[in-house]
């Protein structure tokens, strides 16, 4: 993820944020380039700035960990198959009940770019619902906690049950990996 230009490490990938604030903590944590979408206001103008980058080096989105923060990162996905995406647990950017990339420490936005995931454009079908119910990840009082630690500890967010399934297989999660956050949760 990091190339060395000058002595220095810096992110080769344009990382997309929702907003100013995000702007300023992302370039804050790390060297690099960084696109604001506006929040749902992503102009066509800010579109094709996003897909140029794409072309040139590659963007990673990185939005809030939240409902509308999924939906801009839809939005992107859409227009830029082949993006790559960054998630950052909740709790870590949350203050004072605001919750947004603005909000996290530079440790936490490093960490979450150091897990960056590439949707894999085939229909790789690796994990099923059953997968999730044996490693009470569904079906259990317990299930959204566990997959809140699944998630963080392979770097693809928290979701509910059928988007955690849908991530598992969309962003390449190994079984080896997915086995290994299995286990962090038995830890917890």
């Known amino acids: 993820m990091y190339t060395i230009y000058g002595g220095e490490e810096m992110i080769k990938e344009v990382i997309v944020v929702e907003g100013k604030d995000d702007v300023a903590a992302v370039k804050g944590a790390v060297d690099a ?37 999924e939906a801009i990162r839809r939005i ?17 950017a949350l203050k004072d009940g605001d919750i ?8 936490s936005i490093k960490e979450a770019l150091s897990k960056v995931k590439t949707e894999v454009s085939y229909g790789r ?10 490693n009470k990840l569904a079906d259990c009082s317990d299930a959204s906690l566990n997959r809140n630690i699944a998630g963080r500890k392979l770097g693809i967010g928290y979701t509910n049950a059928k988007q955690f399934l849908n991530r598992l297989n969309r962003y390449g999660i190994t079984r080896d990996e997915f086995n290994e956050a299995v286990k962090s949760i038995q830890r917890s």
């Open 100 to 107: 947004g990339i603005e909000n996290a420490s530079s440790e």
């Open 125 to 134: 079908k690796e994990f099923t619902y059953m997968d999730l119910f044996k």
């Open 33 to 69: 380039e960084v696109i604001s979408t506006s929040g749902f206001g992503i102009t066509k103008e800010t579109m094709e700035k996003i897909k140029s980058a794409a072309k040139r080096c590659g963007i990673i989105v990185f939005t809030d960990p939240d409902s509308a923060g």
């Open 76 to 92: 992107i996905q859409k227009n830029v198959p082949d993006c790559k995406h960054a998630f950052i647990p909740k709790e870590l």
